[in-house]
C-alpha cells in the first residue's frame, strides 16, 4: 500500500526543478540551525530531541548538503496537523494576531522562509505540499487562500512548533546521518528515498485521524539499519 502510495506522489508530483532546489536549500539550512548546538535556538517548551541534534553537528557543510538532498522536508511546523492549520489560517484571514513566540531570530528567519515555501508551493496545485511538507488537502487549500501579507505575523506565531520530521524516528535519523558521514552516496540515496514512505505512512495516518496530530509508528526496516516503532 505504501509503495503504490509513494509511485503514485512522484508519477503526479513532476516537481519543478526549482521547487526541487529550493527544498534542497531549505533542508540545507534547517540542518545548519538544527546542528548549531545547545542555545543557538529554541523550540517549544526549551525542548529539543538532542540525539538528533548530536548527529548533525559533527557534518561537515559538504555532508549536510548531501544529507539535505531528499524529495521531502526534512523540518516541520505542524504543516500534517489539519486541524491546527485550518484554525491558524482562518484566524489570520479575519485579521486575528496571534501571541508571538519567543523564539531567537535565525528560528524565526527560518520560519518566515519555511511558510513562504509552503505557501508557494501550495499556490502551484500540484501534490507537491502533500509530498514535500505532509499536509492534507484541505490545509493545501487554505494555504491557497491566503494571501501574502498573512505570512510574516504566522511565522512569528508559529516559530515554536518548528522541529525535525520524524524526530521520534531515531533509525531514520541516523541511518541519513551515518550514510552522510560515511559519504556513501549510493546508501544515503537509498535512505533518502526510504524517507518517502515513512512521508506516506505519516500522511495516511494524519488521514486517518482527521488530521489531529497524533502519533504514528515508525516503523524503518532498512538492510542494515536498526528497527523502531
Known sequence: MLDVHVGTWLRAAQLPVEIQASMRDLNHRFLDLLGGGPGEWSVPGGEWPAAVSAR??????????????????????????????????????????????AVDPKTLEFSRLALFFAWHVAATGMLAPQLLLGMQESTVAAFRKTTIDRLPSLAESEAGHLTARWNSCAAYWSALTGAASRENPSRLRKIQLYGLQLAAAAHLSAAGSSGNGRPWGCRFELRGVPREV
Open 56 to 101: 548533525i553537528a559533527p557534518l561537515s557543510a559538504a555532508q549536510k548538503s548531501a544529507a539535505a538532498n531528499c524529495p521531502y522536508a526534512l523540518f516541520d511546523l505542524r504543516f500534517h496537523d489539519e486541524g491546527h492549520w485550518r484554525k491558524r489560517l482562518r484566524d489570520a484571514a479575519l485579521g486575528a494576531v496571534a501571541e508571538p513566540t
